[in-house]
């Protein structure tokens, strides 16, 4: 059975598509799952890589205020991440993952395991889901990275 990258990749490619990725927990674990994939070069545009919140703003042009309001791991920032990845790439679509992996929390009331993948599609179209995985970190961030995988690829096939 072919993998959620290899899925995508064949989507975006048929599509002729670019799809570029904003992750912050995940550390690039998207990029690389699309990476091992032959042929991601022709749709995969690639990754912000933002793990703190001044990447977030520098990279993305995430505005200080939604991260101080809402919070590094919240529905509005997985939004902002993935509008800034489309905006700043120019890709067709974007995929953006911001998360709580553990093993403890970060002060905030959000629990651990607690993941928002964030999508944005050229035509206008943005949608956040939240996620909760059970683990340890890197099952966690795993998981994450996956998932995101599965709900770009879902957005691009209600398109």
Known sequence: MDSAA?????????RSLFLAAAESCTAGMVGSMLGEIPGASACFWGS?????????????????????????????TARAMALGALEKS????????????GPGGDGSP???????????????????????????????????????LEQIRKQLLEE
């Open 6 to 14: 290899e899925r995508l990749v064949k989507l975006l490619r048929e």
């Open 48 to 76: 912000f890589v933002c793990y703190t919140s001044q990447a977030k703003i520098r990279m993305l042009g995430i505005a200080e205020e939604v991260l101080i309001k809402y919070g590094l791991v919240s529905g509005e």
């Open 90 to 101: 120019g890709a067709h679509a974007a995929v953006s993952i911001t998360g709580l992996a």
């Open 110 to 148: 959000v629990p651990v395991g607690t993941v928002w993948i964030g999508t944005a599609l050229r035509s206008g179209k943005v949608q956040t889901v939240q996620f909760h995985f059970n683990g340890p970190r890197n099952t966690i961030r795993l998981q994450a990275a996956g998932k995101a």
